[in-house]
């Protein structure tokens, strides 16, 4: 009776240490961050269609010639005056396993590190899946759309621009926008830390589907993207 009271005690001793990690606590130490992408469409109001175009052809202008902040209050200007919402979506991401590589030798091993980061569209042309092997370099499940690929839009992949993270979050300060110049359809969206459209470099940290299916998107539409980080 006596030993059988030890290896009662043992027991309960072992079950005990399995909770303190198991299931939620472990979970969250092997996870890298992922993201949470809001996703908002806008089109042209009716009979707005080519004050749109007109406006987005001086915003284009206006960046190339350096004149960000007015081009940013014309692009604000457009979205709430001439402009309406044409769907929403909210999804979570893949981490790629280059992405918690990366992840871990920064934040792990990097004695000096400046963060850039790029959101870029993932195009319904030759898609087949994504992979969390999937690199910058290689990603055969999935083409990148914006330039070679449909639907192609001005400028390169917008940067992600985050504000200081709280509460165990990081967010975007506020939104990276898509202005398309032919229409076609998205699949999803990822984020890398290169800016140059169709480029092979850089990171692959994340991928993600839309939650909605298949989004169609127009020429002189503009989809703004918000992510939010979470540990």
């Known amino acids: 009776m006596k030993a059988r009271k030890i290896v009662d005690a043992i027991v309960a001793a072992v079950s005990a240490s399995f909770l303190l990690v198991s299931p939620t606590s472990a979970l969250e130490r092997m996870k890298a961050p992922r993201a949470t992408f809001t996703v908002t469409c806008f089109g042209a109001k009716p009979g707005c269609e080519g004050a749109v175009a007109t406006t987005q052809q001086t915003i284009a202008e206006l960046r190339k010639s350096g004149n960000v902040e007015r081009a940013e209050l014309l692009h604000e200007w457009m979205l709430a005056e001439l402009m309406q919402e044409k769907w929403t979506d909210v999804r979570k991401n893949l981490v790629t396993t280059a992405g918690k590589n990366d992840l871990l030798d920064k934040y792990f091993g990097g004695s000096s590190y400046t963060a850039a980061w790029y959101c870029g569209l993932i195009s319904s042309v030759s898609y087949t899946g994504v992979a969390a092997g999937d690199t910058m370099s290689s990603h055969a499940g999935w083409t990148e759309a914006g330039g070679a690929n449909a639907p192609t839009y001005t400028g390169n992949r917008p940067a992600l621009t985050f504000a200081a993270a709280s509460g165990g979050s990081k967010a975007t300060s506020s939104a990276s926008s898509f202005t398309f110049s032919g229409p076609g359809t998205i699949k999803g969206m990822f984020g890398t830390t290169v800016t140059t459209k169709d480029g092979t470099t850089g990171v692959l940290y994340n991928a993600v589907l839309f939650?909605?299916?298949?989004?169609?998107?127009?020429?002189?539409?503009?989809?703004?993207?918000?992510?939010?980080?979470?540990?």
Do not use: C, E, L, Q
Request: aromatic share 4%; hydrophobic share 40%.
């Open 211 to 231: 939650s909605g299916g298949d989004r169609i998107v127009a020429n002189t539409d503009v989809v703004n993207v918000s992510v939010t980080y979470s540990a």
